[in-house]
């Protein structure tokens, strides 16, 4: 059975970094696209940042070069360097691992919460 699991989340000042991990179990981790996405209260969850398997990257425009995506296969591991924090990122952060086939899993969320 594949499980994502987030950890990492806290509380920050504007301006400040936050790191989020998140390990994949039950799968060839480095077959599949993992990802980021947020979502807040009455809000739709929108997609943060991916890397596929092949370390290609895509990033929301509200990153804005802040956050860097990155992925340790090996370990089935992924991270996400999140800097120069707005208190518009405060949200529920999510891990998401899509495997070769398609199929999507979601971690339980991490909460971000950026204070001005």
């Known amino acids: 059975q594949v499980r994502v699991m987030e950890s990492g989340g806290g509380s920050v000042q504007a301006g400040g970094s936050l790191t989020l991990s998140c390990a994949a179990f039950?799968?060839?981790?480095?077959?599949?696209?993992m990802g980021w996405h947020r979502q807040t209260p009455g809000k739709q969850r929108e997609l943060v940042a991916t890397?596929?398997?092949?370390?290609?990257?895509n990033y929301a425009e509200f990153v804005e070069g802040r956050f860097t995506i990155s992925r340790v296969n090996a370990e089935n591991t992924m991270s996400l360097q999140m800097n120069s924090l707005k208190p518009e990122d405060t949200a529920l952060y999510y891990c998401?691992?899509?495997?070769?086939?398609?199929?999507?899993?979601w971690g339980q969320g991490t909460q971000v919460t950026v204070s001005s």
């Open positions: 998401n691992y899509i495997s070769r086939k398609g199929s999507s899993y």
């Open positions: 039950g799968t060839i981790f480095s077959f599949g696209t």
């Open positions: 890397i596929t398997n092949g370390g290609t990257l």
